[in-house]
């Protein structure tokens, strides 16, 4: 498998309001993509999970799709 995106960038703190950086990182149904199929390492994940529904919560990214 490939390398950690957030490890390979750099990246220490994965900010809810970078939504771009979010989007990457979910599907078009706005569903959180599995850390299988994006390559990122199990303590991102759980971060990167957390960091995308306390986005939605603020209403800076969709719960679903329209």
């Known amino acids: 498998m490939s390398e950690c995106y957030f490890s390979k960038h750099g990246i220490k703190h994965i900010d ?3 939504t771009e950086l979010l989007k990457k990182f979910m ?3 706005a ?3 599995g850390k299988k199929r994006t390559g990122v390492c199990s303590k ?3 971060e ?3 960091a ?3 986005a939605r ?3 800076l990214l969709p719960y ?3």
């Open 16 to 18: 809810y309001k970078d």
């Open 44 to 46: 991102h994940q759980r």
């Open 57 to 59: 919560f603020m209403a």
């Open 64 to 66: 679903i799709a329209k």
């Open 52 to 54: 995308i529904k306390h």
């Open 31 to 33: 569903r959180i993509i």
């Open 27 to 29: 599907n078009p149904h």
């Open 48 to 50: 990167l999970s957390r």
